[in-house]
Each structure stands twice: as C-alpha cells, then as structure tokens.
C-alpha cells in the first residue's frame, strides 16, 4: 500500500496495477526465500491542480525498487520548509509491523504531531546495537535523534549484560562524534509481557493457527548475564544517568511510559511482541505528548 500526503495530508492511497517485489518467510525455520514480481504501475489521480507538496510513502512490508516517477505537470524539489529533522533507529515496532499503512507507523504518527520530518531507521528484528547504524546515524544531518533499543538484543538472546552495557556506550559515544550537542533520547522497550522477566531467544508459535511469539529463555539464567527487558532499562536508565552528568542534552524515556500495562489492557499485542495498529497510534501520541510538547526533550 502506498499513501500519498498532499501539504501534509493524507489525500490518497495509489491504484496498482502490475506485480511487486516480495520475500516469503518461513516462520518455524526462519527460512526465506526472494520472488522478484514484474514491475506495476502505482497511480495517483484526482490531485488539486494548485501548487503542492506531494510525499509519497513506500510500503513499509514489503521490498520496493523504483524504477521511475512520471507527472504530466511539471515538478520540482520542495524547498526547505524550516522543519527539524528527527533521526529515528529503532526495532520492527519502529519499523511499523502491524500498522496498517506507512503513514501510520508510529514513529510517522509522533514526527506529524511534532511538525517534524522523519528519518525511520527502524529495522525488523535489527536493532542488535550494530556499530555500522551508530556510523550511519553519525553520519547522518539530523536536528534531533533517537535510539529505541533492547528489545531485539533480547528478542534474540545476542549479549550477556557484560557486552550489553559497553556496546550501549560505544554506539552513542560513535553518534556524539558526529552529533556532540544535538538533543540525543534513548529510549527503552514498550511493555511485552512475554520478555518482561524471560530472557529469549523468541519463537513463532503457530499453535491454534494464529501467529504468536513465546520467549524460550530460562529466567534463572539472569543471575548468569542473560538480558530481560527489565534489566535493559534498568542498563540504559543507569547509563544515560552516568552520561548526562556531561551531556546535558543526553535524555531517557522509559518505553512503557509509551505503552504500559493500562495500554496492554486496552490494546494487547496481537503476537505478543508488536503492537496492534492502535497501539500503533497510541505510542505515537504518548511520544508526542511526552517528547514533542511542553518541556520534553525535543519540544521547540
């Protein structure tokens, strides 16, 4: 699906016509396998004739290649329009699983409320803390940053608390190279009861025919170094606590203060890891609310 936004609005979702490009997984061997489709046309009609700006959002779920982009009017890139630019990295809830449409993502939800454009590196299962995405962030213009992570270091069982907490602190010393005073929050995982005290690795349990996931880990093996999401936040917490002391636009968010226990309630998981697409919206207005407006970290 894709979603065009006229001056900042969504106007329009394109008609398709044509194949796609699509990576078949299989969720017990985690297997894949990669089926080229043939090009498709995707049209927008029925725009205003006035002069606009036009964004056009790419699928967000699947693998899209463009090849090229017609008008039958002139058109031009669109002049800097003083807006702040928000760099994003977080996991497949960043990413978007379960939204409905890229456009409502929340990562695109909070960016809309917050008059700001997005940079999403949000990245299904690939937010494992890698140095080449802290590179790419340092790299990267940005007015302000976030980091969303935990959640897939323990999804995967990838560290032991010993490696956690230094590979946290060379991934934002690797940003500040880049970005010494840009507002910089890190943020900790949502609520997922299933990784709340159990470490993983996860597993897609198809049991009953709907997809879900169950954390394999045995809690006792905390003592050992294993990672839960309740000691993720208790790391970041502790090393943005230890930073901040010098780096004074360094901030902390705790994940469940964008979805908690009373959002659960109102909106569980549908697969007990991503949130539904109202718990989409409801992250992104909490992020709005608690990071774009008053006095929040990126207000103003």
Known sequence: MYDLLVDGRLTARATVEGGNLRTITDMVTQAEEFTAGQ??????????????????????TEVTEVIALRTDAPVEPAPA????????????ISHGSNAVRPSTIW????????SVELINLGFGGGALVDP????????????????KLGINVVNADTM??????????????????????????VVSPILCPVQEDT?????PDLVGGTL????????AETAAG????????????????????????LHYLDGRDLYGESDHDEFPLPDAIHPSPEGHRRIGENFARLVFAGDGPFAG
């Open 39 to 60: 090009p498709g046309t995707a049209r927008f009609t029925g725009l205003p004739g006035s002069e606009k700006d036009v964004e056009i959002w790419l699928p967000h």
């Open 199 to 203: 470490p993983g690795p996860l597993v």
């Open 226 to 249: 294993r990672l839960t999401l309740t000691i993720v936040r208790d790391v970041l917490a502790d090393i943005v606590g230890q930073r901040a002391a010098e780096d004074p636009n």
């Open 81 to 92: 329009g003083g807006r702040r630019v928000w760099l994003h990295h977080g996991s497949s």
């Open 132 to 147: 080449f995405t802290a590179r790419a962030m340092r790299d990267t213009p940005a007015d302000l940053i976030s980091v």
């Open 212 to 219: 879900r996931f169950r954390a394999t880990g045995d809690p």
């Open 107 to 114: 990562p695109a939800l909070a960016a809309a409320a917050g």
């Open 160 to 185: 032991r608390l010993r490696a956690f907490a230094p590979a946290v602190h060379g991934f934002l010393d690797t940003i500040r190279d880049g970005h010494p005073t840009t507002p910089l929050l």
